[in-house]
């Protein structure tokens, strides 16, 4: 019998207007692989803040090892072996792995100390890092290999994980589960926050499930089916219906051999990109963080100017308009950070409502901004997508992230576009929410937009894309038709693998 390691007793936390836990209790053993399991808005974040030391809670205690439990801050629950590797890595891209490393410590050692440190937990574990490489150039399974070392290095007892795969390759993924499973051999406990199900399954022995800020289930994963596991979170799944065989219409947009520097030193230059998107067609675009996906929305977008000619939207040369100009015409994009570029955080749900949809919503008239109209356009958004939110007037910042990201991605449906462009556009969002956000998306498909998925969740891609690529080190592949293509082949193309050669000789 494994010895407990975590209790919870009676945990409670509200804010203005919501419950985000409500008693919530439940028990974590020495060395458990425990999955916490939620919709968006079921108040996982919250309560591993709690734990964390981030949030203080209402009511309730934590005992750990046997002793009262109440971190004020997050360096108190390190000293006492709990750690955490967050979904957003909190990295200095000018900074070398050491450096990095050394800013989370509370008392690092010197540097060359570090550094001989740092390589033999880094081995020792699988995830091998040079310390003096900066970590601008790392790739983003690098970077999480960063600071999963850095926790290492405290001989932890417990490892928080929010969303550790989002950012991996499949292979990536593989590595990744042989270090939790060694830590767990060892003794270290892991909390393993995922929307992944299947991943849930075939790494967890336990799993905690909540629902409205109330915990509904404990139970053993592997004796679940994940639509089980799905239905506990939400309720109530709906099956999503067949899609039907559809023809393509004319081309909507075309980017052919651009090659556009990127505007940040640490990030990816694109390199002979080329590729069509017809009418009523999805595209999906693979590829591992860091290797173009930022720089291509952002020329798409109109956020960064492409040469003459080489970008067209049904037919005309879009390259040096701007983001409003495009969205005039019927191009809308959603970008992969919610918060600060999709988003404004202090602006309420309405204000950022007009941000994207004053043009072609005609939010605005003679200079003046129709209030009562706008509101109105959220609230739409809101109902929609089910963004969980006391109303409109709320700040963005004050949403969760998966919250948020529904919003973000339903705004841009809603202005019915002829291309929506999207990075990411589950990402870190509840089994139902996935399902309605893509469900839009091809609903969109079906009215005979155009429809570009940039995505790193290669299952996504596979339900969504009729047509496929993927990106490497700013090169993209050969669009090939999406049927039959396995996660096996995409994620070797989106290694650099698979036909990337093909394309870039075909490119030159």
């Not at 900066?134 to 994980?161: F, H, N, T, W, Y």
């Not at 009215?447 to 596979?462: F, H, T």
Request: net charge negative; with cysteine.
């Amino acid at each position: 019998m494994r010895q407990t390691l975590l209790r919870l007793e009676g945990l409670s936390k509200s804010y203005p207007g919501v419950r985000a836990n409500d008693d919530i209790s439940f028990e974590i053993g020495e060395g458990q692989m425990h999955a916490l399991l939620g919709e968006n808005g079921a108040g996982k974040s919250t309560l591993v803040k709690m734990i964390y030391g981030l949030v203080r809670p209402d009511a309730g205690q934590m005992i750990l090892r046997g002793e009262a439990y109440a971190p004020a801050v997050p360096s108190e629950a390190r000293r006492k072996g709990v750690a955490m590797v967050f979904q957003h890595f909190s990295l200095f891209d000018a900074l070398d792995v050491a450096e990095n490393v050394a800013l989370g410590m509370e008392n690092p050692p010197a540097l060359r100390d570090l550094a001989e440190r740092i390589r033999t937990v880094s081995e020792e574990y699988g995830l091998p890092l040079d310390p003096s490489r900066l970590v601008g150039e790392l790739s983003a399974g690098e970077r999480q290999r960063v600071e999963i070392v850095r926790c290492l290095l405290q001989d932890p007892k417990l490892l928080i994980m929010d969303e550790p795969t989002s950012v991996l390759t499949p292979q990536e993924v593989e590595v990744l589960f042989r270090t939790l499973r060694k830590l767990s051999e060892e003794g270290t406990a892991v909390l393993y926050i995922s929307h992944k199900l299947e991943e849930i399954r075939a790494l967890c022995d336990e799993a905690t499930i909540l629902r409205g800020g109330k915990k509904v289930a404990t139970c053993d994963p592997r004796e679940k089916s994940a639509r089980e596991l799905a239905e506990l979170m939400v309720g109530q799944l709906l099956t999503p219906p067949e899609r039907p065989e559809r023809p393509f219409g004319e081309v909507v947009l075309e980017v052919e051999k651009l090659s556009l520097k990127s505007n940040n030193p640490f990030g990816t230059s694109l390199k002979n990109i080329s590729f069509q998107l017809r009418k009523g067609e999805v595209l999906g675009i693979a590829g591992v963080a860091g290797n173009g996906q930022d720089e291509l929305l952002l020329m798409l977008a109109g956020e960064l100017c492409a040469p003459p000619g080489q970008v067209r939207l049904k037919g005309a040369p879009i390259g040096d308009l701007g983001p409003n100009h495009r969205r005039g015409l019927g191009l809308v994009t959603a970008p992969e950070e919610r918060l600060g570029h999709a988003a404004a955080p202090d602006m309420s749900l309405t204000e950022n409502a007009l941000l994207s949809g004053s043009g072609r919503k005609r939010l605005e008239k003679g200079g003046f901004i129709d209030w009562g109209k706008t509101e109105g356009f959220a609230r739409e958004v809101i109902e929609r997508f089910d963004v969980r939110t006391p109303g409109p007037d709320v700040l963005a910042r004050a949403l969760s992230g998966g919250n948020l990201q529904k919003f973000v991605i339903g705004r841009e449906i809603e202005l019915d576009p002829d291309v929506i462009i999207v990075n990411q556009p589950t990402w870190g969002v509840d089994a139902a929410a996935a399902a309605t956000i893509r469900q839009a998306l091809l609903d969109l498909a079906g009215k005979g937009a155009g429809v570009l998925v940039i995505s790193q969740d290669l299952d996504e891609l596979l339900e969504v894309a009729d047509s496929f690529a993927a990106l490497n080190e700013g090169r993209l592949t050969q669009v090939r038709p999406a049927k039959g293509l396995t996660v096996e082949e995409i994620g070797l193309m989106m290694g650099g693998a698979g036909d990337m050669h093909v394309a870039h000789e075909a490119a030159e």
